[in-house]
């Protein structure tokens, strides 16, 4: 039988959100129904709502989320009714062209639901990245659901869930940080901030956090930042240069996602050194650089999408971390909060004065 469970909707553009009830089918061939415990508000969300992402109004926002998985459908054999889940983005495939290369990681045909959850009026909802978890309940693809340790709390790793995943992974595994290097994070949010994580869980050596937000460098120091410097008093270059021996960091991860944050980091880096972009940019951005100095700096210019994580391989080791004391996802859980609050989330968010807001349901 169809349910009926409270969502939180995003109906137009920059609309403020409502509380709704949505219904939620039965899960069908490879699908999963999860009974969401809790969910990260992300920068994303607020995307979406304002229209940057896509036009597909209503949708269902929330996805940074952990629960335990409620009936599951025809065929699947991965989870069952009961698991204590991390939801993700990436259900990989295994048959597109990166799958069959060996590296799932980049899978470029990931799986969603296939049956829509609607409105009560039956408007067919678009989940956030396939997701739709600020709800009670929530209908995704069975991949989407990665069994961890439920000893853990669900508010703070269902945000392995995306930004702290994404984080964590440009540094791990997009930026490849080794024993003993030197890494700087511009844009300490939760995004730049589990970088920052990531880079200690490595063992890097120096590990420098750059922020406009002095709120922003306090909390980078906690989660492992050696060095601060505030954007705003002066050349961050320079800045990183003199904290590297003059000569930058061998690993630079823009977590702000601008021209100018980008061009630092081009030139923040070591001879050979690597960047990583984490932050998205907007489409009306543009960057212009000498082709003489990508040529002659040499190294690595990398993206990095959801941290290049296989969710699979991941989000179970990151779990174990934590729970080892090793990782303190506890630390990104600035506050929790309720289904009606995600409108007040976006606005504290906004002002800066938190890493990560959660709705517990
Ligand atoms: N690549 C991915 O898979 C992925 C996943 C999730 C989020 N993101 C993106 O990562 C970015 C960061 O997300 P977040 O949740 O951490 O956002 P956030 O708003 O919490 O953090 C951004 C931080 O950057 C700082 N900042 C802004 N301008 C700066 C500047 N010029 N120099 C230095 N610092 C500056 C802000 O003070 C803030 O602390 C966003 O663009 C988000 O969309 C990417
Ligand atoms: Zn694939
Ligand atoms: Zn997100």
Redesign the pocket.
Known sequence: MPQTVRGVIARAKGAPVTVENIVIPDPGPGEAVVDIAACGV???DL?YREGGINDEFPFLLGHEAAGVVESVGEGVTDVAPGDFVVLNWRAVCGQCRACLRGRPWYCFNTHNATQKMTLEDGTELSPALGIGAFADKTLVAAGQCTKVDPSASPAAVGLLG??VM?GLGAAINTGNVQRGDSVAV???????SAAIAGARLANAGTIIA????DR?LEWARGMGATHTIN?TEGDVVEAVQALTGGFGADVVID????P??WKQAFYARDLAGTVVL???PTPDMHLEIPLLDVFGRGGSLKS????DCLPSRDFPMLVDLYLQGRLDLDAFVTETIGIDDVEAAFTK?HE?GV?RSVVEL
């Open positions: 992300c920068h994303t995307h995306c930004g994404a511009i844009g300490c949010g939760g995004v730049g750059i922020d406009v937000d922003k954007a977590a702000v996602g601008r100018e944050t984490v932050g998205v990095s999408w959801y941290g968010m800066g890493l």
